[in-house]
T-cell receptor
């Protein structure tokens, strides 16, 4: 079974703090993704990575950065957390095969910025 | 641009009722993939089905069935004889433009099945 794990289920941070959200997958997938999920807005892609050290902006990259130093790990960084970044953050990985496109999701991190 | 519309924000049914979740998509690609994911209260999205644009056959898996119609750009999901455990948010998604692995998600439909 594919397993995608995220470092925390719940996180509370203060405005201005630097926040790291970690994601690890164990299936040797090429692609990894970070989404945020907000009520009424569905899932919106923040960043994705299709290879180690490669990254591409998604639909809402402002205020975020990412790091992928190893194939299995993809980190989302909030350089200076703000209250409008309070959200559910979901990580996903995918095999990168044209015939699948299936993404496997982690359990999510509910981040509250106060 | 790719777009997925799930017009039903919330649906509430009584156990054993059949329920259909609608999904309408927009794309200029001739080759694309459509997905349904389930997000139970625990939060983790669970893959349900993938359908490519060349396969319009309907699919049935137990109480779940999917109706893909290219003519109306729809990929609807029906749960037959719903159960309380079906309560979740359901997302329809479309593969990204040009075959990109980025998925475009609809806003989701929250299904509540009451006993």
């Amino acid at each position: 079974d594919v397993k995608v794990t995220q470092s925390s289920r719940y996180l509370v941070k203060r405005t201005g703090e630097k926040v790291f959200l970690e994601c690890v997958q164990d299936m040797d997938h090429e692609n990894m993704f970070w989404y945020r999920q907000d009520p009424g807005l569905g899932l919106r892609l923040i960043y994705f990575s299709y290879d180690v050290k490669m990254k591409e902006k998604g639909d809402i990259p402002e205020g975020y950065s990412v790091s992928r130093e190893k194939k299995e790990r993809f980190s989302l960084i909030l350089e200076s957390a703000s209250t409008n970044q309070t959200s559910m953050y979901l990580c996903a990985s995918g095999a990168g095969l044209a015939e699948t496109y299936e993404q496997y999701f982690g359990p999510g991190t509910r981040l509250t910025v106060t | 641009a790719q777009k997925v519309t799930q017009a039903q924000t919330e649906i509430s049914v009584v156990e054993k009722e059949d329920v259909t979740l609608d999904c309408v998509y927009e794309t200029r690609d001739t080759t694309y993939y459509l997905f349904w994911y389930k997000q139970p209260p625990s939060g983790e999205l669970v893959f349900l089905i993938r359908r490519n644009s060349f396969d319009e056959q309907n699919e049935i898996s137990g109480r779940y069935s999917w109706n893909f119609q290219k003519s109306t750009s729809s990929f609807n999901f029906t749960i037959t004889a719903s159960q309380v455990v079906d309560s979740a948010v359901y997302f329809c998604a479309l593969s990204g433009q040009g075959g990109s692995e980025k998925l475009v998600f609809g806003k989701g439909t929250k299904l509540t099945v009451n006993p």
